[in-house]
């Protein structure tokens, strides 16, 4: 099980606050418009949605 984030900061932000305290990992799609904690987090930014859905699943450690 996982919970993905698909959204901006405030998205993430509110998802993660949610799961908290669970050993739940978070994928994070970034969708939003400045993606701040994507960028500090070095998740790829100007690719296209497939190819953040491949890096998602690659960092998730499986596929859906």
Same mark, same amino acid.
């Given at each position: 099980?996982?919970? &993905?984030?698909? +959204?901006? %900061?405030? @998205?993430? +932000? @509110?998802?993660? @606050?949610? &799961?908290? +305290?669970?050993? *739940? #990992? *978070?994928? &994070? *799609?970034?969708?939003? @418009? /400045?993606? !701040?904690?994507?960028?500090?987090? +070095?998740? #790829?930014? !100007?690719?296209?949605? %497939? !190819?953040?859905?491949?890096? *998602?699943?690659?960092?998730?450690?499986? /596929?859906?």
């Amino acid at each position: 099980q996982a919970v &993905i984030a698909a +959204g901006g %900061d405030g @998205t993430i +932000g @509110t998802v993660a @606050t949610q &799961i908290a +305290g669970t050993e *739940l #990992p *978070l994928g &994070i *799609l970034p969708l939003g @418009t /400045s993606n !701040d904690t994507a960028r500090a987090l +070095g998740i #790829p930014l !100007d690719t296209t949605n %497939d !190819d953040k859905i491949q890096h *998602l699943q690659f960092q998730m450690g499986s /596929s859906f």
